[in-house]
T-cell receptor, first 113, second 113 residues
């Protein structure tokens, strides 16, 4: 049973470019969560999605950030017009249901030059 | 007030030692918790869930003390591979409309040869 798959593992962007981060949940999991971790900080919740629905985006910045989890394919976290402050590790987690333990992918490390 | 508080450490212990971490929580409605471990620059990995009856898995024992509102993690016979940051995470309250895991900075453990 493959774990949560994230790609790319490392992503380098210049200021103003777009970043697309992908996450495929564990088999049998329909709940996806995105978290961001800045250096020396704990993980911060961004958004929670189920297939074709955003359930909770209370942790997402209001501008430039968006997320989707289409009926087919991976969940996508999209950051438009990246700035240096967006440099962080972005982790995706999945769970089989609400309140169940969440299992994390290896993360995508975004570096904005 | 933070939802959970942990001693950041670092705890430096020799191989074979027994080490214990405590985690205090503020929300008396919290019913259960997770212990995650996070290695440097890696994703959090679920160690165990902690319910009122506690939990034991090999060298790891977790207890929940509701009266004093703290959770403990005991590691016996420490191995070098136990070196990591240990994170105490409340399970989201069912029916509260919250699904996110709340992470602090955790407790850093270094096991020394």
């Amino acid at each position: 049973n493959a774990g949560v798959m994230q790609n790319p593992r490392h992503l380098v962007r210049r200021r103003g470019q777009e970043a697309r981060l992908r996450c495929s949940p564990m088999k049998g999991h329909s709940h996806v969560y995105w978290y961001r971790q800045l250096p020396e900080e704990g993980l911060k919740f961004m958004v929670y999605l189920q297939k074709e629905n955003i359930i909770d985006e209370s942790g997402m910045p209001k501008e430039r950030f968006s997320a989707e989890f289409p009926k087919e394919g991976p969940s996508i976290l999209r950051i438009q017009q990246v700035v240096r402050g967006d440099s962080a590790a972005y982790f995706c987690a999945s769970s089989p249901g609400t309140g169940e333990p969440q299992y994390f992918g290896a993360g995508t490390r975004l570096s904005v030059l | 007030r933070k939802e959970v508080e942990q001693d950041p450490g670092p705890f430096n212990v020799p191989e074979g030692a027994t080490v214990a971490f405590n985690c205090t929580y503020s929300n008396s409605a919290s019913q259960s918790f997770f212990w995650y471990r996070q290695d440097c620059r890696k994703e959090p990995k679920l160690l165990m869930s902690v319910y009122s009856s506690g939990n034991e898995d090999g060298r790891f024992t977790a207890q929940l003390n509701r009266a004093s509102q703290y959770i403990s993690l005991l590691i016996r016979d420490s191995k070098l591979s136990d070196s990591a940051t240990y994170l105490c995470v409340p399970e989201p309250l069912r029916g509260a409309g919250s699904y996110q895991l709340t992470f602090g900075k955790g407790t850093k453990l270094s096991v020394i040869p």
